[in-house]
């Protein structure tokens, strides 16, 4: 099957890529706004910055190529930083508008444990949609995380884990899903995560 990862400068493209490949994808990796609005299925990584993803998105007009992808029918998968892109605002530094395409608010862990979350927490997901992106995984198998910063409690949440409280581990919207943790460094579960996204039809 064929993806199209979108090769943005702020995000762990190689290691994304590896992973796809070893689910079984054949990927093309593009910064070409147009090539990103015809795609069929993306996949949009991030690391580090909230704000400067957003900015680059939007100087690239990559944002707009997203959404028009989406709107024609694309299957689209955020990943880490790539994930809380897809909802209205980050508090992250100031407040900042993401793609908007999930309704809900990023915002800071606050709680006695240390931030950022780094290692490997148990992910819930929700029975009705365990045939999803998450079908063949157990409940609760541990995924690897490494955030400072989550939406809680979104509402179109299908996944949840707990760091200084609940907070969303994954969502879906019709064809647009995002995962909080990263599947590339989560093991198998992690690799059937990106299976699961690349066979969706």
């Known amino acids: 099957m064929n993806a199209t990862v979108i090769d943005s400068p702020v995000a762990n493209t190689a290691n994304i890529a590896r992973a796809l490949r070893a689910s079984g994808a054949e990927l093309q990796i593009t910064r070409d706004a147009d090539e990103i609005a015809r795609a069929p299925k993306l996949v949009l990584p991030g690391v580090g910055s909230f704000v400067a993803a957003m900015q680059w998105l939007r100087d690239t007009r990559i944002d707009d190529a997203i959404r028009e992808a989406v709107a024609r029918g694309a299957f689209l998968l955020g990943i880490c ?83 200084n409280g609940p907070f969303t581990a994954a969502v879906q919207r019709e064809r647009v899903f995002g995962v909080q943790f990263h599947p590339e460094k989560s093991s198998k579960a992690g690799l059937r995560v990106l299976r699961n996204f690349i066979a969706c039809k």
């Open 81 to 163: 930083v790539g994930h809380q892109l897809l909802f209205d605002t980050s508090d992250e530094m100031e407040a900042t508008c993401g793609l908007g395409l999930l309704r809900g608010a990023v915002r800071r862990f606050e709680g006695a444990l240390p931030v950022p979350q780094i290692g490997w927490n148990r992910v819930s997901a929700r029975a009705p949609l365990f045939d999803g992106i998450f079908d063949g995984i157990a409940p609760e198998t541990p995924f690897y995380f490494v955030n400072s910063y989550a939406a809680r409690g979104a509402g179109d949440e299908i996944a949840s884990a707990d760091y």
